[in-house]
């Protein structure tokens, strides 16, 4: 039994050490640690593959993956354009290259790299998908558009096209059309929530309110810890006087996400306009601690503070905001005229 036993681990130990010489199964076993998010784990499995084959554009393009798990962005930028330059016609590097590109706000570079990637192939749906989110942030929605045309062409099952054309479509005013593609979606995958909250920014651009907000009652539904959607339905139920509805979202977005500053500033706003003056303020200090550079946070604390007779406090934010590059004459002109009440 001990010679067995002998043999079986030296066959085992035989085996491993011949999978740590290989490549390949490297990689392979890199994925498994990927797969479960064990990124650092990859890292170490692909350096071992990289050091015993540095050739190998698989396993920078898989080392690169990793790295964006752990948002290292700079090093999976560099093993990427390894691989890209061990392997041309290696498309997937080129669109996972355009993703930290537009991280970058290179734009422009972002959608030359999916340009190769569909020179490459010119069937592949995630680069199409890319290149039109890209154009979009370049306020090319109309060319964005033809784009997620393609994505869906090649891939039926994207639904992210489908949410992107959506979004393009709604920038040019083409609110209903956007949503006849929401509704395409939905009706595919009714458990979309986000499809849902998507949908319900439509019906409110076009005024069919009672549809907006059945649509942000299912989509909540199924997400409720939505801090976003809670938000901007509690705006929905203030414009049609369902105060104490208003209210309880206002009250459960700042719950869901106590780091949302936005849903802080949305429930002192909505203090200040049923006259709890020092309850919005706290509400307002908040909505500052979470999002300290936004002005359009920062202004309406400041003219709060300003009635309730906290100027030293206000003429600091009002000094802040000017720092920031409001460009807003009124700040200046009331920092000057609180200062002079000092």
Known sequence: MKRLFLFIVL???AFFSKAQNDPDKLIKESALFQNKKQYRQAIYTLDKAILIKPGSALAHYNRAIAYIGLNSLDSAFTDLSIAIQLDHKLAAAYVMRSNIYSQYGLYKKAIEDCDKAIEINPKMALAYNNRGYFKSLQNDNAGAILDYDRCMLYNPGNDTAYTNKSIALAAIGNFKES????????????????????????????????????????????????????????????????????????????????????????????????????????????????????????????????????????????????????????????????????
Not at 266 to 272: I, S, V
Not at 317 to 332: D, H, N, P, R, V
């Open 11 to 13: 066959v085992i130990f």
């Open 179 to 342: 949503i006849a593609v929401l509704t395409l979606l939905i009706s595919k995958h009714p458990e979309l929530s986000g499809a849902h909250f998507e949908r319900a920014l439509e019906y409110k651009n076009v005024n069919e309110l009672k549809k907006a907000m059945d649509d942000y009652d299912i989509g909540l539904k199924m997400d409720p810890d939505n801090a976003i959607a809670r938000v901007v339905r509690a705006n929905l139920k203030l414009s049609l006087a369902d105060i104490q509805g208003a209210r309880a979202d206002y009250l459960q977005a700042v719950k869901s996400d106590t780091t949302y500053g936005w849903a802080h500033f949305a429930l002192g706003r909505f203090k200040e306009t049923q006259q709890d003056f020092k309850g919005a303020a706290i509400d307002y200090a908040l909505a500052v601690k979470c999002d300290p550079k936004n002005l359009d946070i920062l202004m309406p604390f400041a003219d709060l503070l300003i009635r309730l007779e906290r100027k030293e406090e206000a003429c600091e934010i009002y000094l802040k905001a000017e720092a920031l590059g409001s460009g807003a004459a009124s700040s200046k002109l009331i920092f000057n005229r609180c200062s002079a009440k000092q």
